[in-house]
C-alpha cells in the first residue's frame, strides 16, 4: 500500500491519480489516519499554500509523530511544502518545522531578473530544467536538464550539501532536490510533470532503499 498524507493541504487528487497510474497494482490511499500511514508500505508528503498553515495543520491532525516515523522507515517521498517542511525552520511566518533535516527555507528576493534584465515573478511558476546534482535511483530513465513543473515562492537551502540531489535556476541556482537514505523530496510537482514526473512517481514505486 501507498498512502498519501491527508492533512488538508496539498493537490491530493492529482498526486493520488498519478501515483495509481503507476502503482503496478499497488494500493493507492489517500489517509489523515497516522495508523493507515504506519502500516503503508511507502508514503507520499504532498502539500501547498503556506508554511504556518501547513504545520499547523499537521498538528490538528494529529500527523506529526506518524510523518517523522514514515521519513524515518520507509520509502518517502516529499512534493512541494512536502519538501520544505521537512527542513527545520521556513522564513514563511517564521515556522519551525519538522526538523528531519538540517536548513532553513528563505524566500526569494523581491526583484529578480534574469540575464537579459527582465523581471522574474515571484512565485517561480512554470516549466523549469532541472540538473542532476547526484545519482539516486528516482532519476532513472529522467534525462540531466529534464523540465519539470514549479509553483513556489520559498526554496530549501540545506546545511549538508551532501543532500542535494538537484538544482534549478530562478535566475540563480537553488535547491530543488533533496535525497537522504529512504527519503527524497522535490520542490517541482511531479504529478503535474507529464511524462518525466510519471517517471519519477513510477521510480520511486519500485524504490528499494
Known amino acids: 500500500m501507498i498512502a498519501v498524507v491527508d ?28 495508523a ?26 494529529g500527523l506529526r509523530k506518524a510523518i517523522q516515523a514514515a521519513a524515518e522507515t520507509k520509502p518517502f517521498l516529499g512534493i512541494c511544502m512536502g519538501l520544505q517542511v ?7 511566518g517564521n515556522t519551525a518545522c519538522l526538523g528531519l ?16 534584465g527582465a523581471r522574474l515573478k515571484v512565485p517561480h511558476m512554470g516549466w523549469n530544467n532541472v540538473r542532476q546534482t547526484a545519482a539516486h535511483a528516482l532519476w532513472e530513465g529522467i534525462p540531466d536538464g529534464e523540465r519539470f513543473y514549479f509553483v513556489h515562492s520559498y526554496f530549501v537551502v540545506p546545511q549538508d550539501r551532501s543532500i542535494v540531489a538537484g538544482e534549478s535556476d530562478y535566475p540563480t541556482p537553488f535547491t530543488c532536490a533533496v535525497a537522504r537514505d529512504n527519503r527524497f523530496a522535490v520542490q517541482f510537482h ?20
Request: one cysteine or more.
Open 7 to 34: 492533512y488538508g493541504m496539498g493537490n491530493l487528487h492529482s498526486v493520488a491519480k498519478a501515483l495509481e497510474h503507476v502503482a503496478d497494482g499497488q494500493t493507492v490511499v489517500v489517509s489523515s489516519d497516522p
Open 86 to 92: 521537512l527542513f527545520a525552520h521556513s522564513a514563511e
Open 190 to 209: 511531479p504529478e503535474k510533470s507529464a511524462a518525466a514526473g510519471l517517471r519519477l512517481l513510477q521510480n520511486f514505486v519500485t524504490w528499494q532503499p
Open 36 to 61: 493507515v500511514l504506519a502500516q503503508a508500505q511507502r508514503v507520499v508528503f504532498p502539500g501547498q499554500g503556506a508554511a504556518p498553515d501547513c504545520m499547523r495543520a499537521i498538528d490538528a491532525h
Open 101 to 116: 533535516f538540517d536548513g532553513v527555507v528563505q524566500r526569494f528576493a523581491p526583484a529578480l531578473h534574469d540575464a537579459a
